[in-house]
């Protein structure tokens, strides 16, 4: 007997109904949010064949689990000056996995040291509903930067970096997840700026476990609210001027190394969604 789940739009839905496709024949309704409705899907006992059909007049989806060995064309791959940071590369690990390399020079910058992968500037939260979740683990949380989430520029740029408790935004316009452990406190941040005026950003409670994957979620809606989730679970509080919504946006992804030592960063999977 087949089983109905029904997921709704609160603030704990968007990345959990993502993840969990429970039982083994399941047909997944949605509560029509920003018109979003998933008609089937249906796993097979020993294949785990998963199909989902989704309104695509209503919502543009873009999702890439970095599968074979050579990265997709929509993504922009950059790196910094130093020999070590080398573009963003599909390794060989399990599931499909992209490995951004930080350089490892005296110049602890992301000029110099920086590696991101960024999309085209594709995406906004004009129509109603922005998503992103990335699926991410570094090889250390000493001395390194990074950011997740979406900015107006797809150039080789940090978006915020922290120093003490003082933020500085290099974007404009951005809005996602900072760990910088020249902060006070090395605990991921949820950040965001609006035609250069910084939201609040806040202190997330939580750091990321070096060599271990973590889910980082963030939603931004018309009115230019943020809410984020970490491992499917919204995190802080919803973020109010976050972002100048009609802003054209790239989703990415940057680390560089605050140290002369190299890390790395992996990138599992990259899901973004947006209200057309």
Known sequence: MNKVRKISSDDTAPAPARADYGPATVGVDWDDYEGHRTLAVNRAANDRLHMATRDVHHVSTFVDDFYGDALDGAWVPLNGSDAQAIDPAPSAAKNGVVRLTCGDDGTTTMAVNGCQLATELNWDASAGRLFGEFRIKVSAITNIVFFVGFTDSKALEMPFTQSG???????????????????????????????????????????????????????????????????????????????????????????????????????????LEQSR
Not at 171 to 183: L, R
Not at 249 to 258: D, G, H
């Open 165 to 271: 408790t003082t933020l500085t935004s290099n974007a404009s316009d951005a809005v996602g997840f900072m760990f910088d452990t020249n902060s006070t406190t090395d605990d991921l941040f949820a950040v965001g700026v609006a035609a250069n005026t910084d939201a609040t950003h806040e202190d997330l409670g939580s750091a990321p476990v070096a060599d271990t994957f973590i889910r980082l979620g963030v939603e931004v809606f018309a009115d230019g609210t943020a809410k984020f989730y970490i491992d499917g679970v919204k995190t802080g509080d919803t973020m109010t001027s976050a972002i100048t919504v009609a802003t054209d946006l790239a989703a990415t992804v940057a680390v560089f190394s605050e140290t002369t030592t190299s890390h790395t960063l992996d990138v599992d999977y990259v899901r």
